[in-house]
Nanobody
């Protein structure tokens, strides 16, 4: 079964850090660009970061730039999102998505998550930033 599984979410205090993982099962991430998205309660899904197949290109939205870092370990079939200096407004369910059409498609999905379909999605992991 082809699926993505996110993990690493939880409760963190403002200013704290978390690292999310997105692990593929049933297929290899070697040929897929990956994006991270989040959806806060009562809000639409928001794209926040993407990474190309060979890690050569990364993309961040202004809301997370300088605080979050995306990386990948193809040997572990996993993509990570390191989140530092977290804020209450980072509270959301975080999702990863994979697409063989590359980083251009991922960025398109980040910019318009409601209209751009990506090939594989995970089920999400919740993150709460609160004191």
């Amino acid at each position: 079964q082809v699926q993505l599984v996110e993990s690493g979410g939880g409760l963190v205090q403002p200013g704290g850090s978390l690292r999310l993982s997105c692990t593929a099962s049933g297929f290899s991430l070697d040929y897929y660009a990956i994006g991270w998205f989040r959806q806060a309660p009562g809000k639409e899904r928001e794209g926040i970061s993407g990474i190309s197949v060979n890690e050569g290109r990364t993309y961040y939205t202004d809301s997370v730039k300088g605080r979050f870092t995306i990386s990948r370990d193809n040997a572990k079939n996993t993509v990570y999102l390191q989140m530092n200096s977290m804020k209450p407004e980072d509270t959301a369910v975080y999702y990863c998505a994979a697409d063989k059409r590359g980083i251009v498609r991922i960025v398109a999905g980040i910019l318009d998550p409601e209209k751009v379909d990506l090939e594989v999605w995970g089920q999400g992991t919740p993150v709460t930033v609160s004191s």
